[in-house]
């Protein structure tokens, strides 16, 4: 059974770091790309970065442009987002997904997400 298990979340004050992960586990193999959204209590879902398998192509929501960065370890079956110059507005559920292109990551029709890991910022 696949599961994509976020970690790393926590309470940080405004202007402060957190580093997310998301680990792949269960059955391994193909080439995905790999999303970041959000969702705050009452918003809808939010794209917040994407990375192809390789890397080579990366795609960040316009709030995210500057402070967050997307990676991945594929000897790890991990990708990670750095956020920095954090704000109180950036507090949500994060949760990362899985799909086909970068383009098509936040598609329902494809993919595992993960349950999300919870970030609060204080202002």
């Known amino acids: 059974q696949v599961q994509l298990v976020e970690s790393g979340g926590g309470l940080v004050h405004a202007g402060g770091s957190l580093r997310l992960s998301c680990t792949r586990t269960?059955?391994?193999?193909?080439?995905?790309?790999m999303g970041w959204f959000r969702q705050a209590p009452g918003k809808e879902r939010e794209f917040v970065a994407a990375?192809?398998?390789?890397?080579?192509?990366?795609d960040y929501a316009d709030f995210a442009k500057g402070r967050f960065t997307i990676s991945r370890d594929n000897t790890k079956n991990t990708v990670y987002l750095q956020m920095t110059s954090l704000k109180p507005e950036d507090t949500a559920v994060y949760f990362c997904?899985?799909?086909?292109?970068?383009?098509?990551?936040?598609?329902?029709?494809?993919?595992?997400r993960g349950r999300g890991t919870q970030v609060t910022v204080s202002s």
């Open positions: 997904k899985e799909g086909l292109t970068v383009a098509t990551v936040g598609s329902e029709d494809f993919g595992f």
């Open positions: 990375i192809s398998w390789s890397g080579g192509s990366i």
């Open positions: 269960g059955r391994t193999g193909g080439t995905y790309a």
